[in-house]
């Protein structure tokens, strides 16, 4: 069964990585430009959302987005370079960090968790699992 914790601690490594790469969040990267939503977290030549890239295979005279002296100088590679160097080493403390921090957070609160079920949860039918 899944907790909160590992899903809270999925959620910042999916942030992390679409940070690294795309330049912008996991929440941003999937939903801009789908159903006629904007794309204010992804709205510039170096953020980039799940959107763009698909339009961009589709129709390459869309430029992903980009400006286009930007998509003639750069391109795709040179966006996906641009957020690696800006964000790269954060992301990958966080997709380190994030599990570890995770798992010691699941030590620490296990006991607390274990005592709520026990004296509350239990005699309800309901439980909390971490």
């Known amino acids: 069964m899944t907790s909160l914790i590992d899903v809270g601690v999925s959620i910042a490594v999916a942030n992390a990585t679409t940070q690294a790469f795309f330049g912008t969040n996991a929440w941003n990267f999937f939903t801009?430009?789908?159903f006629g939503r904007p794309s204010p977290g992804s709205g510039n030549s170096w953020k980039l959302s799940l959107n763009e890239l698909v339009m961009g295979a589709i129709d390459p005279?869309?430029?992903l987005g980009m400006s286009t002296s930007y998509a003639a100088t750069s391109g795709l590679t040179g966006a996906v370079s641009k957020n690696l160097r800006d964000h790269g080493a954060q992301s990958l403390a966080t997709v380190i960090?994030?599990?570890?921090?995770g798992k010691l957070i699941k030590r620490l609160a296990r006991k607390p968790i274990n005592d709520i079920n026990r004296m509350i949860m239990k005699p309800l039918g309901v439980g909390v699992k971490i």
């Open 97 to 101: 960090i994030a599990p570890v921090a």
């Open 32 to 34: 801009d430009g789908w």
């Open 61 to 63: 005279s869309t430029r």
